[in-house]
């Protein structure tokens, strides 16, 4: 290759650019889409991506959430990466390696997070990545179906994603161990994409993502001002008897008596730049990009 390619920064007003991104992403990444997210106004300030265009159209590809991440109660600027990426014709000739430096430079020291796939394990170690463990958690609980079922939520709804952004930014963390706060943009993309599990009403200031699947009761994310007793609410968000319920986070604040049930094989967390907790931890699943 001779000159280094130009990098593209596509921010938030690039709607132009912002198309040429979500075209390129199904090339890559098969059912993930990002049309409907950007219909719905969730690329905000905090997202950016980093891409080298050919004739207009998006060839390789990092993008870049800004998070407010949790490690142990402290609170710490930090970036996701995201939608890491190059179209297949043009792999093996350094275009990947192009835009991560782009996007590294722009993250300067911050901690830096992603979750990858067991195809590039030995991709990250080359950017100062090291891969980090995440544990999947559950609790023994039999519930029966009781009471009217909680009303559902519906995120094609503006109202309710202003809802959800208020609540993710200045409500309680799901877990402070290895979380974020006012993460609502990367939660929504997996409800734009069909990826999530249905978002309850408890109460104006308490909603929650979870379904039953079996007879296990997944109880994605919390979103809440104040705290609950999770537990009173099972039976209203089950509608058929239950033995164990699991969560999508570090549950010492909701459920703090559930065990680890395992290593999240699916996760493949890398990190840069930051020290983890040594208790055992799950990002949450929702606020994973
Ligand atoms: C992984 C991927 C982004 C690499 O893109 P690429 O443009 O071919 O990568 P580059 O040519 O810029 O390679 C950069 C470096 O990474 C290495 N590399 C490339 N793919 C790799 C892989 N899968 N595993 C380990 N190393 C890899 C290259 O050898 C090169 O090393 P060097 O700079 O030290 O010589 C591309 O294969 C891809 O889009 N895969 C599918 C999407 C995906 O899984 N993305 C990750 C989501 S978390």
Redesign the pocket.
């Known amino acids: 290759m001779n000159a280094t390619p130009q990098v593209t920064e596509i921010g938030a007003r690039d709607t132009g650019l912002q198309a040429a991104f979500c075209d390129f992403i199904p090339q890559?990444?098969g059912r993930a889409d990002f049309r409907r997210w950007c219909q719905w106004g969730e690329w905000t300030d905090d997202y950016r991506a980093y891409a080298v265009l050919e004739e207009g159209r998006v060839v390789?590809n990092v993008a870049v959430m800004r998070m407010r991440l949790l490690v142990e109660g402290r609170e710490l600027l930090a970036y996701q990466l995201g939608a890491?990426?190059?179209v297949p014709s043009?792999?093996?000739?350094?275009?990947?390696?192009?835009v991560m430096d782009a996007a590294l430079e722009a993250c300067g020291d911050a901690p830096l997070l992603?979750?990858?796939?067991p195809?590039?394990r030995?991709?990250y170690p080359?950017f100062g990545f090291q891969p980090c463990k995440q544990t999947l958690f559950a609790a023994a609980h039999e519930a029966l179906p009781e009471g009217p079922p909680v009303p559902g939520l519906d995120l094609g709804d503006a109202a309710v994603r202003a809802g959800l952004s208020a609540l993710s930014s200045e409500g309680l963390p799901a877990t402070e161990r290895f979380g974020a706060r006012g993460y609502s943009t990367a939660a929504s993309w997996h409800v734009a994409n069909g990826f999530a599990r249905p978002l309850w009403r408890l109460g104006d200031d308490a909603w929650i993502s979870a379904g039953v699947e079996g007879d296990t009761l997944y109880i994605d994310d919390v979103f809440a001002r104040t705290p609950f007793d999770l537990r009173a609410w099972v039976p209203r968000l089950i509608d058929r008897p239950i033995r164990t319920v699991r969560l999508g986070f570090t549950p010492e604040r909701w459920w703090p008596d559930a065990q680890e049930a395992g290593e999240d094989t699916e996760a493949d967390l890398f990190v840069r730049g930051v020290s983890l907790s040594r208790e055992p931890h799950g990002f949450p699943v929702l606020a994973r990009t």
């Open positions: 890559v990444f390789a890491v990426g190059c043009h792999r093996g000739r350094g275009l990947s390696r192009v992603l979750f990858a796939n195809r590039v030995q991709f080359r």
